[in-house]
């Protein structure tokens, strides 16, 4: 994929002469590269290329042009990836009610830009701003879809994240069952997309206190993830750490040990090691080597953690 980004980025002097440097297509190629550019994690570039396409087309196009709300879309996402919410905002609440002048508030289009403002505000701790925004657009996505389709389950999975994150584990874990039910249906039993709904129903039994619930959802996703990636995945590195905390919060020490430094050891060979991976899965080994009486070798961890994070932040 990075090369052929790569190819049509090298290709934007080109087409700019040939459609002019002000011309709606030539942002329609723009939008083009950057979303490329977004899907591969290459948001410094994306969001050089997405403003550019924005520009042009506020320029060209009506103030309210369903093009002008797809780019303001676009680079809030850019935004929204880099945690750069103050600066997504307004952007999202201005392509919003273009999408739903334009295209219809019953628009699959517009559902999404319901989808992702209410994202947003779910990081931003807005949550009574996200419920109906996420309610709104799985209504769409129900009515438009029928209730068995993936995009159902997508915004099903945000809202009961939402509803975790209040603490409202009631209402998530019902939700959550419903995703898990659709993804199993369409995907099938051992889809990597699986794994993470287990591990978001384990995350919630856990924050119960109901470990024996907790388990068998975790080492699913474990399994899953081994046959779907491999044993050096960091998405495998993941389910190790959970697994972990689960047994260190059970009071199952040794094997919460183990699991730690296996899961430390795969995010320092994929990722780094100084990535936030591996700074968190130190801190929850620190904890555990404090309630095993190992305080020299848990101030070490500790210092660890402490030097990634001054070095990243």
Same mark, same amino acid.
């Given at each position: 994929?990075?090369?052929? *980004? ?15 440097? =002000? ?12 979303? +490329?550019?977004?899907?591969? #994690? ?12 924005? !520009?042009? %087309? ?5 103030? !309210?042009?369903? !093009? ?5 879309? $676009? ?17 999202? +609440? %201005? ?13 699959? #289009? ?9 994202? @947003?505000?779910?990081?931003? +701790? ?9 309610? %709104?657009? @799985?209504? *769409? ?6 209730? $068995?389709? @993936? ?17 409202? $584990?009631?209402?998530? &874990? ?7 039910? *659709? ?6 039993? =051992? ?11 384990? #995350?919630?039994?856990?924050?119960? !206190? ?28 993941? #389910? ?24 430390? &050891?795969?995010?320092? $060979?994929?990722?780094?090691? =100084? ?21 020299? &070798?848990?101030?070490?961890? &500790? ?11």
């Amino acid at each position: 994929m990075g090369n052929k *980004i790569d190819t049509l980025m090298e290709l934007l002097p080109e087409k700019e002469t040939l459609l002019g440097s =002000d011309h709606p297509q030539f942002a329609d190629y723009l939008t083009a590269v950057g979303l +490329s550019l977004y899907h591969e #994690s290459r948001f410094e570039e994306a969001e050089g290329i997405l403003k550019r396409a924005l !520009d042009i %087309r506020e320029r060209a196009l009506a103030v !309210d042009h369903e !093009d002008v709300g797809e780019s303001l879309n $676009n680079l809030a996402l850019v935004y929204l990836a880099e945690g750069r919410y103050v600066e997504a905002e307004p952007l999202f +609440s %201005r392509a919003l009610p273009i999408q739903e002048r334009k295209l219809g508030v019953e628009h699959l #289009s517009t559902a999404a830009g319901m989808l992702n403002l209410a994202d @947003l505000y779910r990081m931003m +701790s807005k949550f009574s701003q996200a419920e109906p925004l996420y309610k %709104r657009s @799985l209504q *769409i996505r129900e009515r438009q879809l029928g209730q $068995n389709h @993936l995009e159902v389950a997508q915004v099903l999975n945000n809202l009961g994240k939402l509803y975790f994150e209040q603490g409202r $584990n009631s209402d998530a &874990e019902p939700v959550l069952r419903k995703v898990l039910e *659709i993804q199993e249906k369409v995907l099938g039993l =051992d889809h990597p997309a699986i794994a993470n709904t287990l591990t978001d129903l384990a #995350s919630l039994f856990t924050d119960r !206190d109901q470990f024996d619930k907790a388990e068998p959802l975790h080492l699913r996703s474990l399994n899953i993830r081994e046959k779907q990636h491999s044993s050096q995945h960091p998405k495998v590195a993941e #389910s190790l750490n959970n697994l972990g905390w689960l047994y260190h919060q059970n009071g199952n020490y040794t094997r919460a040990e183990s699991l730690y430094a296996r899961a430390i &050891e795969i995010w320092e $060979n994929t990722l780094g090691p =100084d990535h936030s991976n591996v700074a968190a899965c130190l801190e929850n080994y620190a904890d555990l080597l404090h309630k095993t009486n190992r305080e020299i &070798e848990a101030v070490a961890l &500790e210092q660890r953690v402490f030097l990634i994070r001054s070095r990243t932040n």
